[in-house]
């Protein structure tokens, strides 16, 4: 292959010295050649500047003064503080209209007020055409009509208690 290259490079080389000013048609090869040729010229030339430019970036932070250093920490954590913030405004305001419209939290994507409310109103709308009931409560069951006299009754001890727990109210 770097045989071939210097081969390019030797074509190239002749072809340029014999061409005439009118202007010559290249081979992709010998372009390639041309380009690789340049940017090795370049590359060479400018080398030492990628080694100053390093140096000196690393000369300008050790200059910095402990304060601009304090600054620049500072600066980072209020922007982070910032993110959170606006996170926990957005959760906030997630969770108040899940609660306001009765659609759950993590259905909730927008990120403002009125996109969240706009979503849960389309999410009622979609579950009352498929007929979902609206459920309140979360969907969760309750015993209901259950008597202190019913659960004192329960021969297994450690489900007569959870009954109590369950409905502390009748024992109180």
């Known amino acids: 292959m770097e045989e071939n290259a210097k081969t390019v490079d030797a074509q190239v080389k ?12 290249f081979t992709q090869e010998e372009v390639n050649s041309l380009l690789a040729r340049e940017r090795k010229s370049t590359e060479a030339k400018y080398s030492d500047y990628v080694e100053k430019a390093k140096k000196f970036d690393e000369f300008e932070e050790s200059q910095k003064t402990e304060l601009q250093k304090a600054n620049e920490r500072a600066e980072k954590l209020q922007a982070e503080l910032d993110a959170r913030a606006k996170a926990d405004a957005v959760r906030e305001m997630k969770q108040k209209v899940s609660n306001e419209l009765g659609v759950p939290v993590n259905l909730l994507t927008g990120d403002t007020e009125e996109a969240c409310r706009t979503q849960a109103q389309n999410i009622q709308q979609y579950a009352k055409s498929i007929g979902y009931p609206s459920v309140p409560d979360g969907g ?29 109210e009748l024992f109180q």
């Open 14 to 25: 002749a072809s340029e010295e014999t061409s005439t000013k009118e202007g010559r048609t």
């Open 140 to 168: 969760e069951t309750k015993s209901i009509g259950v008597s202190k006299e019913e659960i004192l009754a329960i021969k297994d001890e450690p489900k007569r208690l959870k009954a109590i727990a369950e409905h502390i």
